[in-house]
């Protein structure tokens, strides 16, 4: 199947910096990008769509200021939590799809700690 | 989007054939049955997708009834590698890529020796 790659797997940041996260289709081309966050033993919550080219979609209740999500290619989508806190801590993975299909390939997520 | 519903948890061993059942009573003319696999700290992984009847690949079998109201994944026997949580996703995927991908509750199947 289709590769998606998530960078960086894990990361650690002070409370108030910024961390970006990357998503890349390897091997495709990623028409519509999503973003999920997932608490532990809770669901993927789905926080934003996002389509090459053109502004996300946020989710109700997603803070889009602070969840900034550029699709700038069809290969990359990146997430960049803003000004992070404790509560932001996390599991965030994206999931990629081109027109047509009707599988969703997802990466493998990060693990976002905030101290 | 179809609303599914699945057992929080499910218990079995190794070698017995497993059935997950979900149930999806608004599922629309368009949508297609999705199911996925996710261990611990990873993205979830595709297992079977169909659209009604019956569908097998080297994983599992995914059995749809005629009425679509509810679908069941079948895991053939068994191993601990399998324990995992299984996701139902019920969607409309055929015709638009941005179509959401919403997740339920999923079912955290645990596999004993």
């Known amino acids: 199947g289709a590769v998606v790659s998530q960078h960086p797997s894990w990361v650690i940041c002070k409370s108030g910096t910024s961390v970006k996260i990357e998503c890349r289709s390897l091997d495709f081309q990623a028409t519509t990008m999503f973003w999920y966050r997932q608490f532990p033993k809770q669901s993927l919550m789905l926080m934003a769509t996002s389509n090459e080219g053109s502004k996300a979609t946020y989710e109700q209740g997603v803070e889009k200021d602070k969840f900034l999500i550029n699709h700038a290619s069809l290969t990359l989508s990146t997430l960049t939590v803003t000004s992070a806190h404790p509560e932001d801590s996390s599991f965030y993975i994206c999931?990629?799809?081109?027109?047509?299909?009707?599988?969703?390939?997802f990466g493998q997520g990060t693990r976002l700690t905030v101290v | 989007l179809a609303k599914t519903t699945q057992p929080i948890s499910m218990d079995s061993y190794e070698g017995q054939e497993v059935n997950i059942t979900c149930s999806h009573n608004?599922?629309?003319?368009?949508?297609?049955i999705t199911w996925y696999q996710q261990f611990p700290s990873q993205g979830p992984r595709f297992i079977i997708q169909?659209?009604?009847t019956k569908v097998t690949n080297e994983v599992a079998s995914l059995f749809i009834p005629a009425d679509r109201k509810s679908s069941t994944l079948s895991l053939p026997r068994v191993s601990l590698s399998d324990t995992a949580v299984y996701y139902c996703?019920?969607?409309?995927?055929?015709?638009?890529?941005?179509?959401?991908?919403?997740f339920g509750s999923g079912t955290r199947l645990s596999i004993r020796p």
């Open positions: 608004n599922i629309a003319t368009n949508d297609y």
């Open positions: 996703l019920v969607g409309d995927l055929l015709y638009s890529s941005a179509s959401k991908i919403i």
């Open positions: 169909g659209y009604k």
């Open positions: 999931s990629a799809r081109w027109e047509t299909n009707t599988e969703a390939f």
